[in-house]
T-cell receptor
Framework: KAGVTQTPRYLIKTRGQQVTLSCSPI?????VSWYQQTPGQGLQFLFEYFSETQRNKGNFPGRFSGRQFSNSRSEMNVSTLELGDSALYLC??????????????FGPGTRLTVL | AQTVTQSQPEMSVQEAETVTLSCTYDTSESDYYLFWYKQPPSRQMILVIR??????QNATENRFSVNFQKAAKSFSLKISDSQLGDAAMYFC??????????FGAGTILRVKS
């Protein structure tokens, strides 16, 4: 069974641009969560999607948005990029939402650099 | 808000020895889940072990075990017979509802041969 895939793996953008990152969950998984990882702030939860609906959102400005498609693939978008948005963006997929035995599987991440 | 604290930024262990990574958390909830994740230099985060707060028995997974002290809000990870492949960043994480994980700052584990 293929794991979680994220595309692209590396991305370089300039300030003010926007970017879209993609995450394909493990086949059959319906929940996708996004995290931002930076040396200064560590791992922070961005948002979670389940059955095409945003179920939970972290404390990030409105420039960060996401969506989930009917095939459970998810995209996150960051508009008006700032230098501080440079980070590793991780996606995690799970079968269902928050059940007792639910395990989240992480993708390899997308490394975003904002110049 | 829930917080997770890992007070050891870096730890070293000799191959075949045992090491314990510390984690404390703050929550007012009684039902929750705790996890240890491993992130090797390749960056793919993988689950090492999980603990349900309602279970008194400490979780174990082969060479990995936890010491879960609910009253003290402490959740340490013990790695026995350390191997070179155990070298990684280890994150302690808390989960209450949904799939939102709250992570600690991480502990870099170095394994010496």
């Amino acid at each position: 069974k293929a794991g979680v895939t994220q595309t692209p793996r590396y991305l370089i953008k300039t300030r003010g641009q926007q970017v879209t990152l993609s995450c394909s969950p493990i086949s059959g998984h319906r929940s996708v969560s996004w995290y931002q990882q930076t040396p200064g702030q560590g791992l922070q939860f961005l948002f979670e999607y389940f059955s095409e609906t945003q179920r939970n959102k972290g404390n990030f400005p409105g420039r960060f948005s996401g969506r989930q498609f009917s095939n459970s693939r998810s995209e996150m978008n960051v508009s008006t990029l700032e230098l501080g948005d440079s980070a590793l963006y991780l996606c995690a997929s799970s079968l269902v939402q928050g059940s007792d035995t639910n395990e989240q599987f992480f993708g390899p991440g997308t490394r975003l650099t904002v110049l | 808000a829930q917080t997770v604290t890992q007070s050891q930024p870096e730890m070293s262990v000799q191959e075949a020895e045992t090491v314990t990574l510390s984690c404390t958390y703050d929550t007012s909830e009684s039902d929750y889940y705790l996890f240890w994740y491993k992130q090797p230099p390749s960056r793919q985060m993988i689950l090492v072990i999980r603990q349900e707060a309602y279970k008194q028995q400490n979780a174990t997974e082969n060479r990995f075990s936890v010491n879960f002290q609910k009253a003290a809000k402490s959740f340490s990870l013990k790695i026995s017979d350390s191997q070179l492949g155990d070298a990684a960043m280890y994150f302690c994480a808390y989960r209450r509802y949904g799939n939102k994980l709250v992570f600690g700052a991480g502990t870099i584990l170095r394994v010496k041969s």
